[in-house]
Structure formats: structure tokens, C-alpha cells
């Protein structure tokens, strides 16, 4: 079955902590594999996918195949990154699967 | 330009009443979805579209309609309002396929809240 699992609800960090959003993904093909984040009272909005594997905002996420994950990392969290993150896969061309999300909260 | 429009952007319902959603992009793009966001469940899909004219069912479809008669409208309709049909719903686009200039990337709406009551 093709599944997104993001194991966390809420995490909650101090500022200036390192920060780890955990994704797991069931899908047998060549996943393709994206984060996406929605701020307070805005949009859902793209944060990154793996096949740029560029660093937005200061998060990087790397796709580990025999782990199946996708995690997002930032060595130091501020309080701007506190918002709801959606860790998503999309197994063939119209298909989006989106995981739980994660409520991330930087406290001062 | 001004991306993917949603209207209204709240509303409250008697239980059994009607209404429509209404999603309007104008970056030409093919596909276009509905979904809804719960508490605890993420994003789940309700129903999509892969072109004008054309729509299927998602995750949740029960107790929703869809249409997609202009390429750049896609339509959420429920004909009788449940409680359990209360949340947040996105509508987002998209083009088809990577290597047709585009990133796979979803857009978004801003979101339309419904209560039914």
C-alpha cells in the first residue's frame, strides 16, 4: 500500500535547537517525495522535493531509500519555522499522498 | 496573477442544506483537486480532475459532487450538509508531469471553512 506516516503530531523545540520532522513512506516505485508547509492562517505551500535536494529556509530533507524516509532537518530552529508541516508522496503523475503533518512549535 | 482562488472562504450550514465550492486558477493547469483537512488526518483527497470535462473520486467522495466544466474552474458541491462534512477545504492544481517545465508542485488555495451545524 502506498502511505505517508509522519510518526509526530506535535514537536515542540527551544530556539536555536536542532529540528527533525520524521517522514516514512511505503511505495514499491521510485518515490517522489516533497515537503510542504503551512504557516499560520495562510496557504499550504511548497517547502522542497527531493529531486532538487536544495536547502530552503535553512531545511534540507534527504530521500534514504533503504530506510524509506524523508526526514526534515534544520540545525537551528527559530520561531518563525513554527507552523504545520505535511510530509507528501506522489506516486504517479495526478496522485498526492499526504501524511498527518507536524506540528512544529520553536519556543523563545 | 493570482494563483488558485477559492470561494466562500467561510460558511455555516444547516445540516441538509447545499452549497458550493467554488475554485478558479489561472495558471492554466491541468489537474485540480478538492481536499479536506481534519484534525489529526492531514489531507485527504475527496475528489480530482485530470483536464476539463473529466473528474474521479479520491479518498473521501461520499457525500460530494464535483465538475469541472471550464479548464479553469473545478466545482465542490454538497447536496446535503452533515456534521461530520465540517472542516477546512483546499482546493490546488497542477501540471501533469515533471520535464513539461514543472516541478510536481501543488499549489494552493487559501482554504474555505465550513461549519454544518
Known amino acids: 500500500a502506498q502511505r505517508v506516516t509522519q510518526p509526530e503530531k506535535l514537536l515542540s523545540v527551544f530556539k536555536g535547537a536542532p529540528v527533525e520532522l520524521k517522514c516514512n513512506y511505503s511505495?514499491?516505485?521510485?518515490?517522489?517525495l516533497f515537503w510542504y508547509v503551512q504557516y499560520s492562517r495562510q496557504r499550504l505551500q511548497l517547502l522542497l522535493r527531493?529531486?532538487s535536494r536544495e536547502s530552503i529556509k535553512g531545511f534540507t530533507a534527504d530521500l534514504n531509500k533503504g530506510e524509506t524516509s524523508f526526514h526534515l532537518k534544520k540545525p537551528f530552529a527559530q520561531e518563525e519555522d513554527s507552523a504545520m508541516y505535511y510530509c507528501a508522496l506522489r506516486p504517479g503523475t495526478y496522485k498526492y499522498i499526504f501524511g498527518t503533518g507536524t506540528r512544529l512549535k520553536v519556543l523563545a | 496573477n493570482a494563483g488558485v482562488t477559492q470561494t466562500p472562504k467561510f460558511r455555516v450550514l444547516k445540516t441538509g442544506q447545499s452549497m458550493t465550492l467554488l475554485c478558479a486558477q489561472d495558471?492554466?493547469?491541468?489537474?485540480m483537486y478538492w481536499y479536506r483537512q481534519d484534525p489529526g488526518m492531514g489531507l485527504r483527497l475527496i475528489h480530482y480532475s485530470v483536464g476539463e470535462g473529466t473528474t474521479a473520486k479520491g479518498e473521501v467522495p461520499d457525500g460530494y459532487n464535483v465538475s469541472r466544466l471550464k479548464k479553469q474552474n473545478f466545482l465542490l458541491g454538497l447536496e446535503s450538509a452533515a456534521p461530520s462534512q465540517t472542516s477546512v477545504y483546499f482546493c490546488a492544481s497542477s501540471y501533469p508531469l515533471p520535464g513539461q517545465g514543472n516541478t510536481g508542485e501543488l499549489f494552493f488555495g487559501e482554504g474555505s471553512r465550513l461549519t454544518v451545524l
Open positions: 495558471m492554466n493547469h491541468e489537474y
Open positions: 511505495y514499491s516505485g521510485s518515490p517522489e
Open positions: 527531493h529531486i
